[in-house]
């Protein structure tokens, strides 16, 4: 039995059914890591114990990889960073606990961008995670670690969480399934901050039905955390048995297929719009007239949330020390990476006495008229349909030195984190990049579904739907090479 090939629900399964154990299912992914990890960097640190779990939970026993930015009490977390190297968590965070609650148990640690600033994975502060699909490509960013983790079958799923694309992005690089839920959905308690009116926990799985399992057993009130929205946020079981699409509205935004975006990509998402017109969709054409502005508007609000919380690390509270302790300044420079010290001097320039009305005041506003379009267009559509990202995975290295570049490949789901909306990335096929030989290396493509506030119910049934229509076609497995 191959237990790392199998999704996160049969698993589950098959422990409560008592064909297979708890500890033979961590035991066939540990190997794997101790295998693999060495040559993919996905983990920070490796749980060595695990406590014993009711074989009748939901999630019965089965190993989850955590985003090092998710407190759990006792365990380092760094959010690969220097400024948090020896920081071990005083209490847990809510995700975690819940899913500790149902039966899980954490595999460890999975590396990120430091402080889940980057879209790369290689602004770690620890190590530079590899794409499992080829070895000198990035995994995507900020969630390196958890999409590499999920592609090469260390974890069957993992934690992660996306402020403007750090799920479905890496997701999509991958070829696995990356969910993001409304903003406010699940908890942020415990969750190491970057921009907190956008970070948002999400899941990275083998299966559009995993997210689903991991979303209910997350979602929900909690009275920890101010933005935590006192709704019902279960799913009705029927959306899994769904074959078709007939009567879903799709929305196709003619802003999101640009210039510069690799032909593969294009037709890639192209077919899967077709497919999903094959499964009774009806297709049409839509217009969210500032997407223009998104990413503009997300590189000043972001920034600006990023000073005022990275704020609280000076080496005398908490966080890294230099020789001088008291030299606040040097801990700080000794303490965060190029990227985060970019962000925090940025965003304490926009809030700055002068430039706060010409720059954080107008990105705020620009933000209510994104949301506004997305309002609008969803009286139309049901779901929309959008690329992930412009691109397959890039070569390490090859973005590191134009920031604007990495930038730009966020330019597909900002957005969508503005206006604080659900998002799946699913695997739709594949494409065909030079690797500098003359070779062709295939490399995965994802169609990003996008739904309205609340939304998820919808969002994770048109993806189920079309997950298994594509069934035949997204065959192919990681090479690790």
Not at 78 to 99: C, D, G, I, Q
């Amino acid at each position: 039995m191959h237990v790392e090939n199998l999704p996160l629900t049969e698993l589950a399964r098959k422990i409560r059914s008592g064909e297979i154990s708890p500890s033979e299912v961590r035991e066939t992914f540990a190997a794997r890591i101790r295998e693999l990890d060495p040559k993919i960097e996905a983990f920070n640190l490796v749980s060595d114990t695990f406590p014993e779990t009711d074989a009748n939970l939901p999630l019965a026993g089965i190993p989850i990889g955590i985003k090092d930015v998710f407190c759990e009490k006792g365990v380092k977390t760094t959010a690969s960073s220097k400024m948090l190297t020896n920081f071990s968590a005083p209490y847990e965070s809510t995700v975690t606990a819940r899913l500790k609650a149902a039966g899980a148990v954490s595999m460890g640690k999975l590396n990120m961008d430091e402080f889940a600033m980057g879209g790369s994975g290689e602004n770690s502060a620890l190590r530079i995670t590899k794409n499992p699909w080829a070895l000198d490509r990035i995994p995507g960013g900020s969630s390196a670690g958890s999409a590499a983790a999920v592609a090469a079958g260390l974890v069957p799923a993992a934690l992660g969480t996306d402020t403007g694309g750090s799920i479905r992005q890496p997701a999509s690089m991958c070829g696995i399934v990356g969910f993001k839920p409304t903003y406010g959905r699940i908890s942020r308690y415990g969750v190491i901050a970057m921009a907190s009116s956008l970070d948002t926990p999400g899941f990275f799985s083998r299966t559009v039905r995993d997210s689903g399992l991991l979303y209910e057993i997350t979602a929900g009130h909690d009275p920890m955390d101010s933005t935590s929205l006192d709704l019902p946020a279960g799913l009705d079981g029927n959306i899994w048995n769904a074959t078709d699409l007939k009567g879903v509205k799709i929305g196709i935004p003619k802003e999101y297929f640009v210039d510069g975006m690799e032909a593969d990509v294009t037709k890639e998402v192209r077919a899967a719009i077709e497919k999903a017109r094959e499964l009774g969709a009806e297709i049409k054409e839509i217009s969210l007239p500032h997407t223009q502005y998104g990413l503009a508007v997300y590189y000043v609000v972001m920034p600006a949330e990023v000073s005022t919380n990275l704020a609280r690390y000076d080496g005398l509270r908490f966080g890294h020390s230099s020789a001088v302790p008291s030299d606040i300044a040097k801990n700080r420079s000794e303490g965060f990476g190029k990227e985060a010290q970019r962000r925090i001097m940025l965003g304490s320039f926009v809030l700055s006495s002068g430039f706060y009305d010409a720059y954080y005041k107008k990105a705020a506003l620009v933000r209510e008229l994104i949301k506004k379009d997305f309002d609008d267009a969803f009286k139309e559509v049901d779901v929309i349909f959008t690329p992930t990202a412009p691109s397959v995975a890039w070569k390490i290295g090859e973005k590191t030195e134009d920031p604007l570049k990495m930038y730009l490949s966020d330019i597909f789901t900002v957005n969508a984190s503005l206006a604080g909306l659900p998002g799946l990335s699913l695997p739709v096929g594949y494409g065909k990049t030079e690797d500098g030989s003359g070779d062709q290396t295939e490399l995965p493509v994802g169609l990003q579904i996008l739904g309205p506030r609340l939304g998820e119910e919808i969002v994770f049934k048109t993806a189920n739907v079309m997950e298994k229509a594509l069934a035949s076609k997204m065959t192919k497995r990681p090479k690790m090479s």
